[in-house]
């Protein structure tokens, strides 16, 4: 899997805009990632809880340009409007 996840980061190595020239269709999404406490340890479960655990997920934002496939993927510092809009706006 790992070989993968390499071959697919690796791409074209130009950094070009998404949706090309003619402004083809790209969409674009964000979510909210953490570890799943279910699986964790109750020593582990218990600590983050404590810690205030609902504030340290980490947004990712991702965007995929339907018509060449690329996707591109990054840490936002949070979802708000300008945020989202500023990072949208360098990509494509």
């Given at each position: 899997?790992l070989q993968?996840?390499?071959?697919?980061?690796?791409?074209?190595?130009?950094?070009?805009?998404l949706?090309?020239?003619d402004?083809?269709?790209v969409?674009?999404?964000?979510?909210?990632?953490?570890p799943?406490?279910?699986?964790?340890?109750?020593?582990?479960?218990?600590?983050?809880k404590?810690?205030?655990y609902?504030?340290?997920?980490?947004?990712?934002?991702?965007?995929?340009?339907?018509?060449?496939?690329?996707?591109?993927a990054?840490?936002?510092?949070?979802v708000?409007h300008?945020?989202?809009?500023?990072?949208?706006?360098?990509?494509?």
């Open positions: 899997m993968r996840i390499r071959e697919a980061m690796k791409g074209s190595g130009t950094m070009t805009k949706g090309g020239s402004g083809g269709p969409e674009v999404d964000e979510t909210f990632v953490s799943n406490t279910r699986k964790m340890h109750s020593d582990k479960r218990l600590r983050l404590k810690a205030e609902a504030g340290s997920k980490a947004i990712v934002m991702g965007m995929l340009d339907r018509e060449s496939r690329q996707v591109r990054q840490v936002v510092p949070n708000k300008e945020t989202l809009q500023n990072a949208i706006l360098d990509q494509v």
